[in-house]
């Protein structure tokens, strides 16, 4: 509880007193400037990643609090762009992201990022609409995505630079969340 605390006061600007003991409102440059949409740590517990409509990734140290890397995605003004979902893959090392589409693109799209070399290595690409939800299954082989849209695609994890979908679900309305299970590989969806 204590790490989550030391966290989220990273995260959220500081109050600071002035000389004459007044408090005085400050901004913490490390943390976001919008609000986060989500979090989770990587597999092995070392790290804290958090998306956020201000359209960056951060990796946090989950020890210290300490931002190890930024990611940005300017792209498009207002809300396009903006990260709402992320999954990290079973072994850590990819870290898969979307949000709101933007309007130069038909169509949405993933980003697949490798953690460890700090770049973007791939994209899925097929969603029509805002992407809410990521999910990769257990063995890392796949990855579910959940759009207003009101479709689910599962995307074969590979190392081409383009994800091919494997299937698609039409749930006929907005899928807010997705989950594997771990054990059997079921997909829950709401």
């Known amino acids: 509880m204590k790490k989550i605390a030391i966290v989220v006061a990273l995260l959220i600007s500081s109050v600071a007193l002035a000389t004459d003991g007044v408090p005085k409102i400050v901004i913490n440059p490390l943390g976001h400037s919008g609000k986060i949409f989500n979090i989770l740590y990587t597999p092995d517990g070392s790290k804290i990643i958090s998306v956020s409509e201000d ?13 190890l890397n930024k990611f940005e995605s300017q792209i498009g003004e207002g809300p396009q762009g903006m990260f709402y979902a992320s999954s990290i893959s079973p072994d850590g ?98």
């Open 55 to 67: 359209k960056t990734i951060k990796i946090w140290d989950s020890k210290t609090g300490e931002m």
């Open 93 to 190: 090392r990819l870290l898969a992201v979307g949000g709101y589409p933007v309007s130069t693109e038909s169509k949405n799209y993933i980003q697949i990022i490798d953690i460890e070399k700090g770049e973007q290595v791939a994209v899925a690409i097929g969603h029509s609409n805002v992407i809410n939800t990521l999910d990769f299954d257990a063995s890392g082989k796949y990855l579910a995505s959940g759009s207003d849209d009101g479709t689910i695609h599962i995307w074969k994890v590979s190392y081409d630079e383009v994800y091919r979908i494997a299937a698609v679900i039409e749930m006929g309305n907005r899928v807010a969340s997705v989950s594997f299970n771990n054990k059997n590989n079921k997909l829950a969806v709401s």
